[in-house]
């Protein structure tokens, strides 16, 4: 995966570790977790999808993320995104009107040990 992001013009080395780092088929649900590392959306239930890794990455290194700095993410979804922000130092806040997904999202962070702050909304 981060050889194809890299190839698709990805340079930022703190946001190619962080996902590297980030095991994204934790956050996909089966029977779709055998598909996890190809460069596509997968959905997570809801009507809601987690995010093509190129989409993540594009959108995280435009955004110049230095760490200590606050990011407010609206649509937690699968909490994919919020983790990768959050492995790279930022401050993340995020929130989520679907409080199934929510609920998946908060016991991802705790299990895998992020402080992220999340809120229903």
Same mark, same amino acid.
């Given at each position: 995966?981060?050889?194809?992001?890299?190839?698709?013009?990805?340079?930022?080395?703190?946001?190619?570790?962080?996902?590297?780092?980030?095991?994204?088929?934790?956050? %996909? =649900?089966? =029977?779709?977790?055998?598909?996890?590392?190809?460069?596509?959306?997968? =959905?997570?239930?809801?009507?809601?999808?987690?995010?093509? =890794?190129?989409? %993540?990455?594009?959108?995280?290194?435009?955004?110049?993320?230095?760490?200590?700095?606050?990011?407010?993410? %609206?649509?937690?979804?699968?909490?994919?995104?919020? %983790?990768?922000?959050?492995?790279?130092?930022?401050?993340?806040?995020?929130?989520?009107?679907?409080?199934?997904?929510?609920?998946?999202?908060?016991?991802?962070?705790?299990?895998?040990?992020?402080?992220?702050?999340?809120?229903?909304?």
């Amino acid at each position: 995966m981060i050889a194809v992001l890299k190839d698709r013009g990805i340079t930022d080395a703190r946001l190619l570790r962080a996902m590297g780092k980030v095991e994204r088929h934790l956050f %996909v =649900p089966e =029977p779709f977790t055998n598909r996890s590392y190809e460069d596509s959306a997968l =959905p997570i239930g809801k009507g809601q999808t987690i995010s093509q =890794p190129y989409t %993540v990455a594009f959108m995280t290194q435009a955004l110049g993320i230095k760490e200590g700095e606050r990011v407010l993410e %609206v649509g937690t979804g699968s909490g994919y995104q919020a %983790v990768i922000l959050a492995e790279m130092g930022a401050r993340v806040f995020t929130i989520e009107r679907n409080l199934e997904l929510l609920a998946g999202a908060r016991k991802l962070f705790d299990r895998l040990g992020y402080r992220i702050v999340s809120k229903a909304g």
